[in-house]
């Protein structure tokens, strides 16, 4: 995830429904079309998305959850994790001051999203990549 990353994680990468995931943030509809030609074209999906696991709010992969949508699936590779994990820092993309979590969560809720690239989401750890066939999403 980020340059600083160590090499090893011990996430899970599980599939959730596409519909129980909760977006907080706008995204480049451009950007996101083209994600959905690319991973149609491979016919897989390389990466999961980062999801908050008690209100299933969308820490990082916004644009993969448009391209679920848009290619019609119904499951999507997901990493659950806490806010409370000391491998996680959430930051503002503009600056490095910290969010307030419950402003994200409000988001992901309320359907009020939040501007695009408003919050970035690390990990200080790697998380795996995944392969797995689109059919197997449907």
Known sequence: MCATANPVSNYAVVKLPVRQ????????IEDARKLTNIIAKEKRWKQPILVEHRHS?????????????ALGLSFVP????????????????????????DRI???????????????????????DSCSVDLDDLR
């Open 21 to 28: 995931l909760r977006p907080t943030e706008q995204i480049n």
């Open 57 to 69: 709010v969308i820490m990082d992969g916004h644009h993969r959850y448009f391209c679920a949508n």
């Open 78 to 101: 997901c990493v659950l994790l806490s806010y409370d994990d000391p491998n996680l820092q959430v930051t503002y993309w503009s600056n490095s001051t910290p969010v307030a979590v």
């Open 105 to 127: 969560i409000q988001a992901g809720l309320s359907g009020d999203l939040m501007d695009y690239k408003t919050t970035r989401h690390q990990l200080l750890v790697r998380v």
